[in-house]
Structure formats: C-alpha cells, structure tokens
C-alpha cells in the first residue's frame, strides 16, 4: 500500500508521548491541573454510582439453552466421516537407455 493512502496507527508509547506534549503545552500557558477525587465527576450531584453506570435497563430473564444443546451435539455426532480423498497415482516421464547408455525413448510410469 502506499504511504498517503492510510494513516499508520500510533503506538501506545506515542500517544503517551502525544498527550504528555499537550499536558505540558497547557501548563506553560498558564494552566492549572485540578486534582479531584475517585468518582467525582461532573454530575449534578457530583458522584455516580459505578455499579450502576450504563446498566439502567435491569436484568433480563435468560433463556435455558439445554435442549437446544443437546440436540445441535446429537446432529454433530449423526454425520457421516468424510469419505477420504482418491489419491490419483502421479505419471512420470522415464528414459528408456540402450545397451550404450544412449535414450532411446520417454516411457509414463506411475509413482
């Protein structure tokens, strides 16, 4: 592929590397890094709840699968081995010598 078509992915050292630059960068400019506490974010009450976070659905009934199991293994073992492949004999060109070594013919012999 060539070069300018597709961007090569960044390595997780460089993207380090990336975000150190930018943290640096806004400091010299007279930014302030805040520190805050685990699971404060910025919420309306200031905290979420992680167990919680993006499961708000509940818990769905699951399906028992057993049946379906067992008759999937039933199919599976109920098919025939395949038949093994004909190996086809491969012919091969020999040379028939005279009594003096000279070819007098090509002859196909199977291997």
Do not use: C
């Amino acid at each position: 592929m060539h070069n300018g078509w597709m961007k090569r992915r960044q390595s997780k050292s460089e993207l380090r590397a990336e975000l150190e630059k930018q943290v640096q960068s806004y400091i010299d400019k007279g930014g302030e890094i805040q520190q805050v506490d685990m699971g404060e974010s910025g919420l309306e009450d200031g905290k979420y709840d992680p167990r919680r976070f993006g499961f708000e659905a509940g818990s769905q009934a699951r399906t028992p699968l057993n049946g379906l199991l067992a008759t999937i293994d039933s199919r599976r073992k109920s098919k025939p081995e395949p038949a093994l492949p004909k190996v086809n004999k491969r012919l091969r060109k020999k040379v028939i010598y005279d009594d003096f070594g000279e070819p007098l013919r090509w002859v196909w012999v199977e291997e």
